[in-house]
């Protein structure tokens, strides 16, 4: 007999979740947010910085020898960028699909990248691809203290009870 009610078992999962430049300027940042908001997703932690280029080469390190390493650096670091932490049950796999493919071109309308993108340097928003990413980049851009923990009500009408 937990204090916490059952459903919060589900909750257990998070993601890095972060608007680019393109996404910011394109004012996009609210219509972003409402999809997850919409899919019964949760906060955790949301920020808006011109990331270093220290911080956005390490986010982008498994790429650091592909030809557009660099400009896909430059363009991070212009900034600004909204970088996010979202919570809840498959989140990570259900946020890419929400995002959907790398190429905007091949995506399905519906998804963020097909219904606001074009080019694949241009593709608005970024979402961790597993556990061990989430967690590494979690960490990268975010200290532990502006992670918040909190028990949002709508968890009781999301999710079944276990
Ligand atoms: P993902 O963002 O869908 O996970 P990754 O392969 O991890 O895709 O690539 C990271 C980011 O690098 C992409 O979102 C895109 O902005 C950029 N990128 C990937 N491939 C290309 C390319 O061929 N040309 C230019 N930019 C690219």
Redesign the pocket.
Same mark, same amino acid.
């Given at each position: 007999s937990s204090y916490f009610p059952s459903w919060v078992m589900h909750c257990t999962e998070r993601t890095f979740v972060a608007i680019?430049p393109d996404g910011v300027h394109r004012g996009l940042i609210g219509r972003t947010i409402a999809r997850l908001e919409d899919k019964g997703y949760s906060l955790v932690a949301l920020k808006l910085l011109k990331p270093s280029r220290t911080l956005a080469e390490s986010h982008?390190e498994?790429?650091r020898s592909?030809?557009?390493f660099g400009?896909?650096v430059s363009?991070i670091t212009s900034g600004p960028v909204c970088a996010m932490v979202w919570e809840g049950k498959d989140v990570i796999g259900q946020v !890419?699909k929400l995002?959907g493919?790398? *190429?905007p071109l091949t995506c399905a309308p519906g998804t963020i990248r097909g219904d606001f993108g074009i080019?694949?340097? !241009?593709?608005i928003i970024?979402?961790s *691809?597993s556990i061990s990413s989430a967690e590494r980049e979690i960490q990268l851009w975010f200290h532990s203290e502006e992670l918040v923990d909190w028990n949002p009500s709508l968890h009781e009408w999301v999710y079944e009870k276990v």
């Open positions: 680019k982008y498994s790429l592909k030809p557009f400009d896909l363009f !890419r995002i493919n790398t *190429d080019d694949i340097g !241009r593709n970024h979402g *691809d």
